[in-house]
């Protein structure tokens, strides 16, 4: 028995083929998420400011309404009231933004302030831990979905260079800097026929702006030299040699560009780096085109080692089973016969 359109992904070690199958589908119903009211001082920016949240059942009961005469007005005495504004947000809102407010807690600590911060829109205890245990549930299983994704994804470009990138004051802002790269980047993949995965992180110290990137560079796709450099490392307090490009040094202020070999198994431990800014700072991973999680290929009976995962779904493969597309035989498998088939996420 043949298993056709089978999706195969690559997990660091071995190749695992997921068979075609075909379920009904329907559209997915959207809960109603009920809306509360927030009332946020004016005074105080609103990325830092502690917002003071008032439970509400409608629009109307928080707005009142007086008129008054000029006379009325000028007979009262003035007294100072703070400016406060009103927003209107879902509870699933409201969860995000808390759970963002307690990322850098514990987890049970950023538990227990969330349900804190929510109880006073709950009837009972009990539904509002139901309540923030069931989306908490719901990020971590998100978290791992990235997690699968990224590393399946990052097991098929082919990585071969670890990339640093940090701007200089004298050339960027952080707001240009942010655009010169994704600019670059973007025009390097479509020229160059770069491909990267990479996240914006901050240093713990300087607070400095940086980005991290996984790069697969096609022979011939280098742009400007790769120069060795002498410096002194303040995070190690001591001196280190470093591989710079004289193309972004110019354009940016400093790069490090570290090979990646497969032997030495430097690509783990780059996707470990890059995979705990998932959820310690809550980075999104940022993806080049062209970076697909499964290649296409029927899969014979003789190639299967056996079958594993969740109800045995899945299929383990030798290392030198044979690629088919349609029929025909492309080849045993190696980078040159996977870029051949179809891709797929």
Known sequence: MSFGETKVYFDGSHYIAIPHTTRPSKK???ACEEVITVIQDENVESSEADVVLEPSTSLESNIEIKEETCENVEEKPQVHEEKKKTIQITKKELFESLYQKYLNCSRAERKKKIIQDMQPYFDDEKKCLDY?????????????????RMCRKANLA????????????????????????RTCLRNLCYRKHWKYMGVWERAPETNRLHFHGLFNIPPGGMVGEIVEVRDYSTQFHKMQRTFQSTYFNKRF????????????????SALSYLMKYLEKT?????YSKGLPQYFISDIMDDDIVCTIGQEDKKLLLFDDFNCW?????????????????????
Do not use: A
């Open 28 to 30: 997915r119903k959207v």
């Open 132 to 148: 923030v245990s069931l989306n908490i549930d719901r990020k971590l299983r998100n978290l791992i979905c990235r997690r699968i």
């Open 325 to 345: 597309d349609e029929g025909v035989l492309i080849g045993k498998v190696s980078p040159e016969v996977i870029e051949q088939l179809r891709k797929c996420n």
């Open 253 to 268: 202020g400093r790069s490090d560009f570290k090979e990646i070999d497969e032997n030495e198994r430097r690509l783990g």
């Open 282 to 286: 809550g980075e999104k991973i940022v």
């Open 158 to 181: 082919g990585f071969n260079y670890f990339c640093t990138f940090t701007y200089d004051n004298t050339l960027h802002t952080e707001e240009t800097f942010k655009k010169g790269i």
